[in-house]
């Protein structure tokens, strides 16, 4: 099997790595990789941790900025309830939760 020349090792590597690490560790994956925490009641709440910031905010549509992507909220009366630097939570009638990467 070709070995990897130091050029072709990258952000993949250390990612797997640190990946492994956390694993290894026990330690929550999804805190340690930065990764967003999507918790939804039914069709009239949802609630969004660790996200990185709000780009559009309408009744029909939020758009929220993570680190893997843009989450986005569709639905009807969607009002942001909450919102501080590491949590974020929208109620409304909620028709649609996609990511956009």
């Given amino acids: ?12 590597d250390v990612t797997s790595r640190k990946e492994q690490m956390i694993r ?3 330690l929550p994956e999804e805190v340690m990789l930065d990764l967003p ?8 709440k949802i609630e969004i941790y660790n996200f990185k910031g709000l780009i559009e905010y309408s009744l029909e549509k939020i758009r929220i900025n993570t680190s893997i992507g843009v989450l ?3 639905g009807s009366k969607l009002e942001i309830k ?15 939760i996609s990511y956009l990467i």
């Fill in 24 to 26: 290894s560790l026990d």
């Fill in 1 to 12: 099997m070709p070995r990897k020349s130091k050029k072709n090792r990258g952000k993949n």
């Fill in 82 to 96: 909450i919102m501080t630097t590491e949590d974020l939570h929208i109620i409304g009638i909620i028709t649609q």
């Fill in 37 to 44: 925490i999507v918790n939804a009641f039914g069709n009239k």
């Fill in 72 to 74: 986005i909220v569709e």
